[in-house]
């Protein structure tokens, strides 16, 4: 089993900073945290950033372009999201997601090329 642990998130005013943590741990052989995805209140979970195991890429929502930096430790198995500038509509459960068999390459954006997923962490903006 491979269990996704998130933190990071919490209440903020409008303009400020997060950045979640997403912590893989358990049978991780050949399994890698890929991509941080969102889900609000009565909508689907849409795609935020992601970012390839040899972090020479990555690709962003355009939402959040510009503002949110996604990053990664290999040696940790963790990836990072670094949320500055929030606005309210960035208010979320913020999801991690990690797949097997990773080309070193490409970055993941679809929910369904995900085979794990964190318990979530909510992220509320206040304006």
């Known amino acids: 089993q491979v269990q996704l642990v998130e933190s990071g998130g919490g209440l903020v005013q409008a303009g400020s900073s997060l950045r979640l943590s997403c912590a893989a741990s358990?049978?991780?052989?050949?399994?890698?945290?890929m991509g941080w995805f969102r889900q609000a209140p009565g909508k689907e979970r849409e795609f935020v950033a992601a970012?390839?195991?040899?972090?020479?890429?990555?690709d962003y929502a355009d939402s959040v372009k510009g503002r949110f930096t996604i990053s990664r430790d290999n040696a940790k198995n963790t990836i990072f999201l670094q949320m500055n500038s929030l606005k309210p509509e960035d208010t979320a459960v913020y999801y991690c997601?990690?797949?097997?068999?990773?080309?070193?390459?490409?970055?993941?954006?679809?929910?369904?090329?995900?085979?794990?997923w964190g318990q979530g962490t909510q992220v509320t903006v206040s304006s």
């Open positions: 997601g990690a797949r097997n068999l990773v080309a070193v390459h490409n970055v993941y954006v679809r929910v369904d090329e995900y085979d794990y």
């Open positions: 358990g049978h991780t052989f050949n399994t890698y945290p």
């Open positions: 970012i390839s195991l040899d972090d020479g890429k990555a």
